[in-house]
């Protein structure tokens, strides 16, 4: 067998070395000094990679005079083998099939391409490559905003009224899905779906309102209407969507024009607190001219059934009077008589002298009472 060591390739150096060179170039098996180490043969490393090809595939290694065969002409497959082969392929198929579905997911099985089953969260089956799953969040908010300062330059949030007048709306609709099977079937776009409805549905509603409720009290309402009317209507289209809730964020005039809708409101702010001074005004004084005309009636009404008392009381004594009267005519004229006199001379101030008793009445000095007419004229 010939010496393999006096160059890389095997066939020794120049042919001088083999014809009895000198040994200093060519000691430690054909190398020089200062060259670098030895490259192996291209046929010894075919030979090695054979050996551990066959020794992975059941065979015997070891060299057979550098032949490389070992008791054999090439790779022997056994039965252990194709038994690991087998288990190797079916773990593959199997980790292809089964896959995981998260709590706020869904899966839809297409078998073939056409829908075979919804899967539930958890571990899932689906043989592989007859089956094919579409995971798909259901509970995941997703937001389309319409309007909005980002998407404004088609003008989408621009909506005419029914008074004729414009509203800069912007607004969101909050969606999820609620039928993955629907939603991967019977939309092509989902998210241009709900804009388009929702743009739709929304200049609808503003087209039948006005502009002073839109920006001040029925913002709330609006919403819910919206709401309501996508919803409708992606029903009718069986979507598998669900519109969560639609929040208006913001309702005024276009920016040309709100300088000027500003002025307006404020004018016509003032003339309702105006009309609520007035209304307040008219509503006192009118409140106590109610009560000042209840107070007269009621005294009218006092001096009536006092007058009337005081009438039917004369009367009664009067008849009570001319009861006695009849029964004793005399005696009933003669207290009359006393009565009256009683009542007439009974405040006035009176000295009676009788001159039919012994003329006492003829020694009476008469008597002008100056001090008391000087009093009086005083007063």
Known sequence: MANNNGGPWGGGGSGG???????DGDKGGGRRPGDGPQIPEIDEIVRKGQEQLRVLMGGRGGRNNGTGTGGGGGPRFTRGTLGLGVLGLVALWLF?????????????????GSYSATGNPGLNFAPWPFVKAEVVPVTREQTENIGTAGARGNDTGLMLTTDENIVD????????????????????????????????AMREIIAASEL???????REQIADNAQTLI???????????????????KAEPPREVIDAFRDVQAAEQTRDRLEREADAYANKVLAG????????LEEAEGYRAQVVNQAQGEASRFLAVLTEYKAAPDVTRKRLYLETMEQVLGDVDKIILDEGIGGAGQGVVPYLPLNELRRGGGN
């Open 17 to 23: 070395n083999r014809g009895g060179g000198s040994d």
């Open 96 to 112: 292809a099939s089964f896959y995981t579905v998260k709590p706020e997911e869904q899966s839809v099985e297409l078998f073939l």
């Open 169 to 200: 709306l912007d607004f969101q609709v909050v969606w999820n899905i609620n039928d993955p099977a629907k939603y991967l079937f019977n939309l092509r776009d989902p998210q241009a779906t709900i804009r388009g409805v929702s743009e739709s």
């Open 212 to 218: 002073a409720p839109i920006l001040n009290r029925d």
């Open 231 to 249: 919803q409708r209507t992606l029903d009718s289209y069986d979507a598998g969507l669900n519109i969560v809730r639609v929040n208006l964020d």
């Open 289 to 296: 001219a109610r009560g000042e005309a209840a107070r007269i």
